[in-house]
């Protein structure tokens, strides 16, 4: 999941809002980023992300500012170009899925019959 690294800017914000995700390789094992919402120049929104192993399996684990605890999804899917962790037991979103295509993501949080996308391009990128 190295493809990952680096800044990658939202293009299907709200009107008025803008976001973006980073990600750094920290070791062999772990992937760490920070997805930040935005209105106007105010931060509004900011996750803290990582990639761990714990035992055999590898988790997607999220952080919001203001929660105690973080939430592990499960990877349960990978290939060369995306991936798919679960959490069935969360409130929402119970599975997030990102799918690469050249210098874009599509990511995608969902669960209880609710969707939302996150489109973004890598900075930089065209």
């Known amino acids: 999941m190295e493809w990952l690294t680096g800044k990658w800017i939202r293009t299907n914000s709200d009107a008025g809002h803008s976001g973006y995700e980073t990600w750094n390789k920290i070791s062999d094992l772990k992937l760490s980023g920070k997805g930040v919402t935005l209105k106007g120049n105010e931060v509004i929104f900011i996750e803290e992300?990582?990639?761990?192993?714990?035992?055999?399996?590898?988790?997607?684990?999220?952080?919001?500012?203001?929660?105690?605890?973080?939430?592990?999804?499960?990877?349960?899917?990978?290939?060369?170009?995306?991936?798919?962790?679960?959490?069935?037991?969360?409130?929402?979103?119970?599975?997030?899925?990102?799918?690469?295509?050249?210098?874009?993501?599509?990511?995608?949080?969902?669960?209880?019959?609710?969707?939302?996308?996150?489109?973004f391009i890598r900075e930089g990128s065209k």
């Open 49 to 119: 992300l990582e990639f761990i192993v714990k035992g055999v399996d590898i988790f997607y684990v999220v952080k919001l500012t203001g929660d105690k605890k973080p939430v592990y999804f499960k990877l349960t899917a990978i290939d060369n170009n995306g991936f798919t962790c679960e959490n069935p037991a969360h409130d929402f979103p119970k599975k997030i899925t990102y799918k690469r295509s050249g210098n874009h993501v599509k990511a995608v949080i969902s669960g209880n019959r609710e969707s939302i996308d996150y489109i």
